[in-house]
């Protein structure tokens, strides 16, 4: 990826002439965008790791791998949060890691954790790094250097085994490549969140991340059986069985552990056949209510889509809108979205059953073409949001789960955080949301917000921040669905887990990682 936005340069666009002229008219900017530097004339942080301490790590893993170069350190200082591209463009010297490190395989990284530890170096493991928390920021903390594990060749598929539905995946693989090899033998694993094109396996499962398929696929921790870990305390192999009553499952421990208790270098996933057939259908429901209680029926029932979505009155308009008719029924109020993959039968059976319950529960029928234009954009929101910061217009998400019960309560609380803490700056913001993940009990919502910036937009974002994931804890929902903890959510976690909690995960860390170089300062209080 470009190292001050998202993706590639190939997806960014200019805005339309008619955005621009919308962004002025609801904010006042001029829609004209702002220059951006090079990549060589950014500064970056003076790189700290000794020539003993590079001869150290080139023993491990070859001179070819181990770099110090202004290109390679610029693209791992950091993740692509709104707060990172912004101090990515601002004045003044970056952070960055002090070396980047391209181990080959699982016996490289153990022995890289093993050299840091005992040489007090940091490690912060590098997928796709396209975190959107912190959680790859370049954290030196009390270490003599920080080094970025660049896990980029760990890129093979090592066993596929048809008739139990599993496949072993190197933990760099990219959610494209691991899609390419996985199809050569008729299988998908079908985790598509919005990271897809970049982000890489390890990364789904070091962070929970759900994909936009979760109602018909799971989320990722659902589909791992197996992990292989490298931690400086020694290796781990966790997963024997579909299921076991062996005590704890130890793989919770990492699943979702951010690289601050081991690095994951393998993963076993439960995947299945690419479906022979995919059908598409969009409803609209008068109210956010109304269309989130259809959701539910159908989820609650046992008949939800592969794909279940829900957008708000206000991202319904900005964004899913069409103007006029579609297949001869007007878009208003909220959208939703759904698609049905597998068998032709089971497409029809599924989405006969859900469709009858949307119906009754209010909806109306858009048929197929909004949500195949859905579909056809799903990556691209992120390159929306480069565009609008390059004219400076800020724009960020935030997302969260609760009860069903709960919902409607929650939305309206993190929403009126968001918008008094930001009109309180004097920079009234649009806020939208989505419900993009289902559960039988309760459901995620997803926040967009966008405000015109001002002098210091990373201030202006820490207060709507600090003041949403306030709301979050005290109206009852999680401060993270999808997004990890990172440093951005970690003043959250003892409010999440409690303090005996905090203590439990210091122990474990203690235990695997007694230096403590793993990913300093993400994750655990």
Known sequence: MVWDAWGIPAGHKPLSAQIRGLLTQVFGVSGDPVTRRGAGEVPLRDSVLTPARRDGLIEVVGADNVSVDHHDRLLHAGGKSTPDLLRRRADGPQDAPDAVVFPADHEQVFAVL??????????????????????????????????????????????????????????GLTGPRAEELLAAHGLSLGHFPQSFEFASIGGFAATRSSGQASAGYGRFDDMVQHLKIATPSGTLELGRAPASAAGPDLRELFVGSEGTLGVLTEVTLRVHPIPEAISYLAWSFPDFATGAAALRSVVQAGAAPT??????????????????????????????????????????????????????SGGTDLGSAPAREWEHGRFAAPYMRDALLDVAVLCETLETATSWSNLDDLKAKVTAALTDSLAAQATPPLVMCHISHTYPTGASLYFTIIAKQLDDPIAQWHIAKKAAGDAIVASGGTITHHHAVGTDHRPWMSAEVGDLGVRVLRAVKEELDPAGILNPGKLVP
């Open 114 to 171: 093993t050299y840091c530890a005992e040489h007090a170096v940091a490690v912060v493991p590098f997928g796709g790094g396209t975190s959107v928390v912190g959680g790859v920021d370049p954290v030196r903390g009390r270490f003599e250097a920080v080094i970025a594990l660049d896990l980029r060749r760990l890129d093979t598929v090592t066993d596929i085994d048809p008739i139990s539905g599993t496949a072993t995946l190197g933990a």
């Open 307 to 360: 794909v279940l979505r829900l957008s708000d009155e206000v991202e319904t308009g900005i964004n899913l809108a069409r103007s006029g008719d579609v297949g001869g029924n007007p878009v208003s109020g909220c959208l939703a979205i759904t698609t049905f993959e597998g068998t032709e039968a089971h497409v029809a059976a599924r989405s006969a059953e859900a469709s009858a319950l949307l119906a009754a």
